[in-house]
């Protein structure tokens, strides 16, 4: 079995892992950690987007190596995938569909407030488009 996990920046992120872990230690499965650093390249008239997608993408890159180290901790030696895109969820899909993974752990959590109404739940993009089975943590 091949899980992947996907993890934003947010406290709950170790908890979504937490669980992916045990997870993947209960049913012998390999686990993939994706965190996906979003880009703003749209808003390039008004502000420089290189350096603030650089930053946004070399923490994210630093999260996700923490997220690594977490798994490895564990007993998990997962591979770390950093992307970088405008739709996290599609970015989501689109691997688990490349790596013919078997299942998405992710968390419910995210975007806060008029954000996650004006963009969209990024799970809840995932669990209608998603070639297998998505576990959402709450």
Do not use: W
């Given at each position: 079995?091949?899980?992947?996990?996907a993890?934003?920046?947010?406290?709950?992120?170790?908890?979504v892992l937490?669980?992916?872990?045990?997870?993947?230690?209960?049913?012998?499965?390999?686990l993939?950690?994706m965190?996906?650093a979003?880009d703003?390249?749209d808003?390039g008239?008004?502000?420089?987007?290189?350096?603030?997608t650089?930053?946004?993408?070399?923490?994210?890159?630093?999260?996700?190596?923490?997220?690594g180290?977490?798994?490895?901790?564990?007993?998990?030696?997962?591979?770390?995938?950093?992307?970088q895109?405008?739709?996290?969820?599609?970015?989501?899909i689109?691997?688990?569909?490349?790596?013919?993974?078997?299942?998405i752990?992710?968390?419910?959590?995210?975007?806060?407030?008029?954000?996650k109404?004006?963009?969209?739940?990024?799970?809840?993009?995932?669990?209608?488009?998603?070639?297998?089975?998505v576990?959402?943590?709450?």
């Amino acid at each position: 079995m091949r899980i992947l996990v996907a993890l934003d920046q947010s406290p709950f992120a170790v908890t979504v892992l937490e669980k992916a872990i045990a997870l993947a230690k209960t049913q012998g499965a390999t686990l993939s950690i994706m965190t996906v650093a979003e880009d703003f390249f749209d808003l390039g008239d008004y502000l420089d987007v290189v350096s603030v997608t650089d930053k946004i993408f070399a923490a994210t890159k630093a999260d996700a190596q923490k997220y690594g180290d977490l798994a490895k901790a564990s007993g998990i030696d997962a591979e770390v995938v950093v992307e970088q895109g405008v739709s996290p969820a599609d970015l989501i899909i689109a691997h688990a569909e490349n790596k013919a993974i078997d299942m998405i752990v992710m968390g419910h959590q995210g975007k806060k407030g008029l954000s996650k109404y004006l963009i969209g739940s990024v799970a809840a993009r995932v669990v209608s488009h998603a070639p297998c089975s998505v576990l959402v943590i709450r």
